[in-house]
């Protein structure tokens, strides 16, 4: 079964909008954590946002935030006001400790292309 | 302070032929991953390794070797490479504090034919 799921395998937003990429986790974990990265066409692979599973709090981080819903197992990236250069690939992962070592999961991701 | 450097970036193998891609971290990293990129598939682990002299399979870790002899070095091998293991191979380290996020090589571009 899929740890990570991104629905979402390509979205649309217009320049100065604000948009939100879907991602679901399932995890039997109680401490574990939520990463967003950015990958443009160029290829490299941008940290963009952390969620810890205890923290209370929304993180944000610039334009970009996490809606973190932990009882629906949802963290979905929110990006405000849209730049045409945020078109690139995004990717939802979880990081979690099994057998005392820590691995990520990765989603398949979601392309986002802003219109100008 | 180079992060994480990955060689070679671009290579294409006959059916085969084996091969070594070189991860190098400067971080002082304990972690580090190997993961293949794969169109519409995401991030797949392929092995990792949790401090030097140290390494476990992923997700996916047929038809590779890996080896951490040092701590800042990660090696993986295609003894024999398949067309099935044409990929972007991306290179990962990590340090052990839950918050730590990975940090990513540029990639290397793999062609099997």
């Known amino acids: 079964a899929q740890k990570i799921t991104q629905t979402q395998p390509g979205m649309f937003v217009q320049e100065k909008e604000a948009v939100t990429l879907d991602c679901t986790y399932d995890?039997?974990?109680?401490?574990?954590?939520l990463f967003w990265y950015k990958q443009p066409s160029s290829g490299e692979m941008i940290f963009l946002i952390y969620?810890?599973?205890?923290?209370?709090q929304n993180a944000t981080e610039g334009r970009y935030s996490l809606n973190f819903q932990k009882a629906r197992k949802s963290a979905n990236l929110v990006i405000s006001a849209s730049q045409l250069g945020d078109s690139a690939m995004y990717f939802c992962?979880?990081?979690?400790?099994?057998?005392?070592?820590?691995?990520?999961?990765f989603g398949t991701g979601t392309r986002l292309k802003v219109l100008a | 302070n180079a992060g994480v450097t990955q060689t070679p970036k671009f290579r294409v193998l006959k059916t085969g032929q084996s091969m070594t891609l070189l991860c190098a971290q400067d971080?002082?990293?304990?972690?580090m991953y190997w993961y293949r990129q794969d169109p519409g598939m995401g991030l797949r682990l392929i092995h990792y390794?949790?401090?030097?002299?140290?390494?476990a399979k992923g997700e996916v870790p047929d038809g590779y070797n890996v080896s951490r002899l040092k701590k800042q070095n990660f090696l993986l091998g295609l003894e024999s490479a398949a067309p099935s293991q044409t990929s972007v191979y991306f290179c990962a380290s990590a340090g052990p504090i839950g918050t730590d996020t990975q940090y990513f090589g540029p990639g290397t571009r793999l062609t099997v034919l």
């Open positions: 390794s949790v401090g030097e002299g140290t390494t």
């Open positions: 969620q810890g599973s205890y923290d209370e």
């Open positions: 992962a979880m990081r979690e400790r099994t057998s005392g070592t820590y691995k990520y999961i």
């Open positions: 995890t039997s974990d109680q401490s574990y954590g």
């Open positions: 971080m002082n990293h304990e972690y």
